[in-house]
């Protein structure tokens, strides 16, 4: 996701902000590494919630004819990797940015673009990520 956020203009503005959040202050005086750390451990929450949205769907009905493709629950393992990109993008885009995002706010449509594409990237490689570290048992 590093990538698809830094070649937009606005597009690492969320880790900044999320940053600020973290650290009680306002998100232009983080520093770039700093950023990077919350950038980073917001995609490893996003993990941890997509684990735990699977885990709920894998032991319901939606799962239940067992329809599996590389080990993984067809249906379960798509609308988890979709729960996460719609957490992700409105806790930051309407949460987090609104309350906390400093002269961000100024530019929030922009920012909120930049940061829709950031997590449709982080989804689709998430989900071939994922896919890929499990292992077939078909």
Do not use: K
Request: charged share 15%; hydrophobic share 55%; net charge negative.
């Amino acid at each position: 996701m590093d990538l698809p956020m830094a070649i937009q203009r606005e597009g690492y503005i969320p880790a900044y902000v999320a940053a600020g959040v973290l650290r009680g202050q306002n998100p232009e005086a983080v520093s770039r590494v700093d950023a990077t750390i919350a950038h980073h451990e917001a995609g490893a929450l996003g993990g941890v919630l997509f684990a735990l949205v699977y885990a709920a769907l894998d032991t319901t009905a939606i799962s239940a004819a067992e329809s599996r493709t590389e080990g993984l629950s067809t249906p379960a393992y798509p609308i988890a990797v979709g729960v996460v990109v719609v957490f992700v993008y409105v806790f930051f885009a309407r949460f987090v940015l609104d309350r906390f995002g400093g002269e961000a706010r100024d530019r929030a449509e922009a920012v909120r673009r930049a940061w829709a594409v950031s997590t449709l990237v982080y989804g689709a490689a998430f989900a071939a990520l994922v896919a890929r570290a499990f292992p077939g048992e078909n």
